[in-house]
Nanobody
Framework: QVQLAESGGGLVQTGDSLTLSCAASGGTFSSYAMGWFRQAPGKDREFVAAKSWGGGMTYYSDSVKDRFTISRDNAKNTDRAILQMNNLKPEDPAVYYC???????????????????WGQGTQVTVSS
């Protein structure tokens, strides 16, 4: 069974950095793009970043552009999506989710219903 598992969340201070990792297992994710989303308390889940399988296309929300970096690790027997978060701000705390979308639908990278697989989420907390 295909599974995505996030890790790396935690408590940091404003201005700190944090790296989230999403490990894929139970299947092959070739031809799948990966995305990160987040949901803060009382708010809808929102798009954060996405990267195509080959890495040729990358997208960020305006709120994280120039601070966050998404990358893929497609080495043999490994498929991970990494979200490097720098200069964390008070508006960044949320549960962060990784998700996988078939490459053919990647033009809709921000459209959550098109994503086939989701992780359970990891909490990011930022203290001032």
């Amino acid at each position: 069974q295909v599974q995505l598992a996030e890790s790396g969340g935690g408590l940091v201070q404003t201005g700190d950095s944090l790296t989230l990792s999403c490990a894929a297992s139970g299947g092959t994710f070739s031809s799948y793009a990966m995305g990160w989303f987040r949901q803060a308390p009382g708010k809808d889940r929102e798009f954060v970043a996405a990267k195509s399988w080959g890495g040729g296309m990358t997208y960020y929300s305006d709120s994280v552009k120039d601070r966050f970096t998404i990358s893929r690790d497609n080495a043999k027997n490994t498929d991970r999506a990494i979200l490097q978060m720098n200069n964390l701000k008070p508006e960044d705390p949320a549960v962060y989710y990784c998700a996988a979308i078939r490459e053919m639908y990647f033009n809709g990278y921000f459209y959550q219903p098109d994503y086939d697989y989701w992780g359970q989420g990891t909490q990011v907390t930022v203290s001032s």
